[in-house]
């Protein structure tokens, strides 16, 4: 039975979240709210809310987790090229925060396979941007001639990046916002960027899965840790990408 969180309620210790054979593996908790306060207290134990509309809040915790170890990223030829390109071209430019409801809702309406519809409603587009003016959220934006073409949200915490969704108006524009996240987080001593699901495409870019325990572990050393106090986007971070300097 998924305990029912009223909005005092503490989440439930995470290894009892539903498991592997069930039909919900790492469902956790049901209801509560969105606030900040609640959301800062889930992503700092790898807890995270994902539910589609007519749904309650949805609490999970999955196990395995999908990370990317950004000394580990995978930056591949046509990527490199891309980059290369991007950074010559006059009018192109990474913005960190510049419109970050934009951002969301472009990710909210960019198509996902086997899905019909989005997650990311109305509900979780105000608390994200509730949290987004307290500072506890993100965007990290491609931009090319005064336009988004693609980029990226996700949530930081000390020395964790919670990385959430991310869109595309053209080719290789997320993969370029995600480069800039790498890089940005290489430059601010980031160890791991959390993707939450396994999927082939992050695989491929260096993602890989650790254990929940594992995970776990790790939050508890880097989110007490200060984080990043100045979010903009400086080229030099660039060179962080060997080869792309």
């Given at each position: 039975?998924?305990?029912?969180?009223?909005?005092?309620?503490?989440?439930?210790?995470?290894?009892?979240?539903?498991?592997?054979?069930?039909?919900?593996?790492?469902?956790?908790?049901?209801?509560?709210?969105?606030?900040?306060?609640?959301?800062?207290?889930?992503?700092?134990?790898?807890?995270?809310?994902?539910?589609?509309?007519?749904?309650?809040?949805?609490?999970?915790?999955?196990?395995?987790?999908?990370?990317?170890?950004?000394?580990?990223?995978k930056?591949?030829?046509?990527?490199?090229?891309?980059?290369?390109?991007?950074?010559?071209?006059?009018?192109?430019?990474?913005?960190?925060?510049?419109?970050f409801?934009?951002?969301?809702?472009?990710?909210?309406?960019?198509?996902?396979?086997?899905?019909?519809?989005?997650?990311?409603?109305?509900?979780?587009?105000?608390?994200?941007g509730?949290?987004?003016?307290?500072?506890?959220?993100?965007?990290?934006?491609?931009?090319?001639?005064?336009?988004?073409?693609?980029?990226?949200?996700?949530?930081?915490?000390?020395?964790?990046?919670?990385?959430?969704s991310?869109?595309?108006?053209?080719?290789?524009?997320?993969?370029?916002?995600?480069?800039?996240?790498v890089?940005?987080?290489?430059?601010?001593?980031?160890?791991?960027?959390?993707?939450?699901?396994?999927?082939?495409?992050?695989?491929?870019?260096?993602?890989?899965?650790?254990?929940?325990?594992?995970?776990?572990?790790?939050?508890?050393?880097?989110?007490?840790?200060?984080?990043?106090?100045?979010?903009?986007?400086?080229?030099?971070?660039?060179?962080?990408?060997?080869?792309?300097?």
């Amino acid at each position: 039975m998924i305990p029912w969180l009223e909005p005092q309620t503490p989440f439930p210790d995470t290894a009892t979240a539903l498991g592997p054979d069930t039909e919900a593996p790492g469902l956790l908790a049901a209801g509560g709210d969105l606030s900040p306060s609640r959301l800062q207290q889930a992503y700092s134990n790898g807890i995270f809310p994902w539910f589609s509309a007519g749904q309650p809040v949805l609490w999970w915790t999955t196990d395995p987790r999908m990370v990317l170890p950004v000394a580990e990223f995978k930056l591949s030829r046509s990527l490199r090229k891309a980059i290369q390109k991007f950074r010559r071209t006059p009018g192109c430019e990474i913005r960190i925060d510049h419109d970050f409801a934009q951002v969301m809702a472009a990710c909210a309406q960019a198509p996902r396979d086997g899905q019909n519809g989005t997650w990311i409603g109305e509900d979780m587009q105000r608390a994200y941007g509730r949290w987004f003016d307290q500072g506890g959220v993100h965007s990290f934006e491609t931009w090319c001639d005064g336009e988004l073409v693609g980029g990226l949200y996700g949530v930081s915490i000390g020395r964790m990046f919670y990385g959430e969704s991310m869109f595309t108006r053209q080719t290789d524009a997320s993969k370029i916002a995600l480069a800039a996240l790498v890089c940005f987080c290489r430059a601010h001593q980031i160890p791991v960027i959390d993707c939450q699901q396994d999927t082939a495409h992050l695989a491929s870019m260096g993602g890989r899965t650790w254990p929940r325990q594992a995970f776990e572990a790790h939050l508890n050393q880097v989110v007490p840790e200060p984080g990043p106090q100045i979010w903009s986007y400086d080229e030099r971070f660039w060179s962080c990408l060997d080869g792309t300097a």
